[in-house]
C-alpha cells in the first residue's frame, strides 16, 4: 500500500477564483510506493506507461488564471478515478461475480487495473476483494468528494461550472483512426458526442487549443469516459470537457522524460489554460474612484 503520508489528491486553488472552471488530472499521479512496485511484474519503468505523465505540470498555470486544478497523487496503475467504483474485474479481484459486458473491465482497464499499456499484466496472480476496498475508500472517493466540492462552489458562485479533464494520449494512439494521408490531431476533445458539455463550451475549447497552432478533434478516438459521463450535465449548467494531448509533443515517451523543449510547449498550453480559464469569466468590480 501506498504510504499514508501520501494524500490521495491535492488542489492548487487561486488566490481569486473568478471563473467558472475546473481543471483535473486523475491520471499524473507518480507516487509508486515500494510495496506496490514490490506486488508487481513490472518494473519502475514499465509501470510507468499508462500514466498521463507530467500532466499535472503541464495544466499548472491554472490557478495564476483563477482556476483550481485538482491532481491525483497516485497512479493510474494502482487505481483508476476515471472509471466507476464497481467496475471491478473479476479477473484480477477474487470474489467477483462476473458482471455485465463492460468493454473497460473486459480489457484490464476497470477501476483497479489489471494491465497498463499493451496489455501487460502488472500483478502476478488476484487481489483481495478486501484491498480493492480499501483503494476505492482511501483514494476514489476522497477525490471524488474533491471534485464534487468543486463543482458545486462553481455552480453556488458562478451557476454553472465547467470541468476540463486533462490527459494525454500515447503518440500511437490514434494511428488506426486517421485516414490515409489525413494529418493525425494532435488534441482529441471529448463530451460524448454532445452529452457531457454544451456546444459553446466545447466550441470555445476547441477554438483556444486551435489558436495555439495545435490540431483539433472531436470525440475521436476518445470521447469521455466516467468523468465526463458522470459529472456532465449541461442542461444544469454542469459542462465536462475531456482533453487528451499527444505525450509526443512534450515527452520522450520511451524514457518517460520531459522533452528539451517542453519549456516551450508549457508556455504554449499555458495560453491555453488562460483562453479556458476566461470561459463564463466573472468581471472583477470596478474600484471607487
Request: with cysteine; glycine share 6%; hydrophobic share 45%.
Amino acid at each position: 500500500m501506498p504510504s499514508a503520508a501520501v494524500p490521495a489528491f491535492s488542489i492548487a486553488a487561486p488566490d481569486l477564483r473568478d471563473t467558472p472552471v475546473i481543471f483535473s488530472s486523475p491520471h499524473s499521479g507518480r507516487s509508486y510506493s515500494d510495496a506496490f512496485l514490490a506486488q508487481s511484474l513490472l518494473d519502475a519503468r514499465m509501470i510507468r506507461s499508462s500514466e498521463d505523465a507530467f500532466v499535472d505540470q503541464l495544466f499548472s498555470a491554472a490557478p495564476a488564471y483563477g482556476a483550481p486544478l485538482i491532481t491525483a497523487n497516485l497512479p493510474r496503475a494502482y487505481l483508476d478515478l476515471n472509471r466507476a467504483p464497481d467496475e471491478l474485474d473479476p479477473a484480477l479481484i477474487d470474489g467477483i461475480n462476473r458482471p455485465a459486458h463492460n468493454p473497460r473491465v473486459s480489457s484490464g482497464l476497470g477501476v483497479i487495473p489489471r494491465v497498463v499499456a499493451n496489455g501487460r499484466a502488472i500483478y502476478r496472480g488476484k487481489l483481495p476483494l478486501s484491498e480493492a476496498e480499501a483503494r476505492i475508500a482511501r483514494v476514489w472517493h476522497p477525490y471524488h468528494n474533491a471534485l464534487r466540492r468543486l463543482i458545486d462552489e462553481s455552480q453556488a458562485r458562478f451557476q454553472q461550472a465547467i470541468l476540463i479533464d486533462c490527459h494525454s494520449m500515447p503518440h500511437e494512439a490514434i494511428e488506426s483512426h486517421v485516414r490515409p494521408g489525413a494529418q493525425r490531431p494532435e488534441v482529441v476533445l471529448g463530451d460524448r458526442f454532445g452529452a457531457a458539455a454544451g456546444r459553446e463550451v466545447m466550441d470555445r475549447v476547441e477554438a483556444a487549443f486551435a489558436a495555439a497552432g495545435l490540431r483539433v478533434a472531436r470525440n475521436s478516438p476518445f470521447a469521455g469516459a466516467y468523468i465526463a459521463q458522470a459529472y456532465g450535465r449541461p442542461s444544469r449548467g454542469n459542462h465536462v470537457v475531456q482533453v487528451e494531448i499527444d505525450r509526443a509533443l512534450y515527452l520522450d515517451e520511451a524514457r518517460i522524460e520531459l522533452r528539451p523543449d517542453y519549456p516551450a510547449f508549457y508556455r504554449l498550453i499555458s495560453g491555453v489554460v488562460a483562453e479556458i480559464a476566461g470561459i463564463g469569466r466573472i468581471p472583477l468590480p470596478m474600484a471607487a474612484e
